[in-house]
């Protein structure tokens, strides 16, 4: 499995890195004016090129695949068909992908979830295919793409305690 392979299946899926990228965009536009997209694509292609990623995004979308071809054993296979709102598993795998890059990818994807921007809202939306798992990782790869530029902006401000010990 490579960063290229994880690519081509997000494209099969209906999900590009430039999409992602969007929505890491719009995410830390607000701390950091001299961002670029090119930027965002950079950070979510870092992301993708982690193993632990990759398995990650392989193991959600083989699920959602494998419900599309109603393959799944029953309760999981209606419990996923209706995207059953207590189901959480999908949540649970996707935060895997947040938890690489910190609190601040906890919170992006808390967010993410809830609003649902961009291609995240046409995936959970979508009723011609299933996309359980494939939504909420989509808002594991930008929280963490995007908790990944906020690591490294040596131009957000430093809110660290000073102790003086006189």
Known sequence: MT??????LLKKR???VEQIAEIVFKLQKPYNDQLTEDECVES???VLA???VQYTLYAGIALDELAEKKLLPEPL???LEVDEPLFGVDETLALGIVHVYG????????????????????LNDDRSAVHVFLDDLV??????????IAHQNERAPDYSVKIRLD
């Not at 960063?3 to 081509?8: C, K, R, V």
């Not at 808002?139 to 990944?148: E, Y």
């Open 3 to 8: 960063e290229e392979h994880m690519i081509q």
């Open 50 to 52: 982690k193993r632990e």
């Open 44 to 46: 979510v292609l870092a």
């Open 77 to 79: 296979q209606s419990i």
């Open 139 to 148: 808002c594991g790869l930008a929280a963490a793409a995007s908790a990944r």
């Open 14 to 16: 209906g999900v590009t």
């Open 103 to 122: 609190m601040i990818g906890l919170t992006s994807f808390g967010y993410l979830d809830k609003e649902k921007i961009g291609i995240i809202r046409d």
